[in-house]
């Protein structure tokens, strides 16, 4: 599972605060709405700069705070392929995969926004091709990929019909 695009970098602590603007709560039943407005708090102009398929890079404790689960599902919803982070808070983490939005763990600090990743969910590499490096992030078990595949944890129980670990 070999993912490509382009970076958009942000720094530590990116709340869910600032993915889904709580000003925006009235859209929380119009996702593809909401979703134009994803990380305007943190840069008010990536939804309409970024491109299906980019990259959201993050450092430290990204999708800390509140629980919603709007925050990764429209991050999906704009077109990210993956966020990668040094850490997420725990609850944007089993919320983003639940959703299907993939996440890596990884050293942020050589990757820089504009640079076009191929990131191997699976084997965890991450090669920046804009300046020939390789990474590597903590890959997914198996158990994430097949929910991904099958594009998030409802869908997963729809196919199988209940989850499946291997």
Known sequence: MVL????WKFGDSISTDLICPGRYFHLRSNLPELAKHVLEDADPEFAKKMNKDDFVVG???F???SSREHAPTI???AGV???LAKSFARIFYRNAIN???PLLECDTDKIDEGDELEV???TGLIKDTTKGLELEANPLPQAMINILNDGGLVAHIQK???FKVV
């Open 4 to 7: 490509k695009g382009k970076v």
């Open 63 to 65: 999708g800390l705070g």
């Open 160 to 162: 199988h019909g209940d």
């Open 59 to 61: 450092g430290s404790n």
């Open 99 to 101: 959703v299907g939005l």
């Open 75 to 77: 991050i999906k919803i």
């Open 81 to 83: 392929s993956a966020v």
């Open 120 to 122: 191997d969910l699976t």
